[in-house]
């Protein structure tokens, strides 16, 4: 063997042993990658509540795009989610054709919803982040849980919104308008591994 490949032997048998050394150190670990998930769409749903002063009824949409980005302290760093307002049904198609055209659902066709404030106490959540509806964003705050096990992380969680915060003129019946307020529910579930 000559001097040379000798030397470049050498220096390549260094530089594994430093990196081994490095590896293995006991104050080198390597950080946990992030997961993101993805919402399971056949077991999601959000839902919204309204009161009239003859009735109160519910619209529910199963169609609900949501990710949640988990660190690696197993803590949700951000979440994302989009449904689409046509998606919601109240068991009344004349009530939920008054409801679209009240919302515009033509021109502003979905509702987002994003945060990268997400805090955690215990099983307790409390989520701030940015609502957008009928073509206006509004912070809100959502009041949660989430359980975990070996299948899959299921958040639940609610707030209120007012009608006129979002410029939405109130659906009416016989004349007579809602209330202001619209509670919702959401209730997301997700896959318990890496997307």
Avoid: W
């Avoid at 260094?14 to 990196?19: E, M, N, Q, R, Y």
């Avoid at 150190?25 to 009239?52: N, Q, V």
């Avoid at 987002?112 to 940015?130: A, E, I, P, R, Y």
């Amino acid at each position: 063997m000559t001097a040379f490949s000798y030397q470049r032997l050498t220096a390549c048998l260094l530089l594994v042993s430093a990196g081994l050394v490095a590896f293995h150190h006991p104050e080198y670990t390597p950080a946990p990658a992030k997961r993101k998930l993805m919402a399971d769409r056949s077991k999601s749903t959000i839902t919204y509540a309204m009161t009239h002063p003859m009735h109160s009824f519910e619209g529910v949409s199963r169609d609900v795009a949501c990710v949640i980005v988990i660190d690696d302290a197993n803590k949700i760093e951000s979440v994302a989610a989009a449904t689409k307002v046509s998606s919601f049904d109240s068991d009344n198609s004349n009530r939920d054709s008054h409801a679209l055209e009240k919302m515009e659902a033509l021109k502003y066709p979905k509702v987002t919803f994003t945060s990268n404030d997400v805090q955690q106490d215990g099983t307790n959540l409390t989520v701030k982040g940015n609502l957008t509806f009928h073509g206006v964003t509004k912070p809100v705050v959502i009041q949660g849980t989430r359980q975990d096990d070996n299948a899959q992380v299921t958040i639940k969680g609610d707030f209120d919104i007012n009608l006129s915060d979002y410029k939405v003129e109130k659906p009416s019946l016989m004349m007579v308008p809602v209330d202001e307020k619209v509670k919702l529910k959401l209730l997301m579930v997700f896959k318990n591994t890496d997307s």
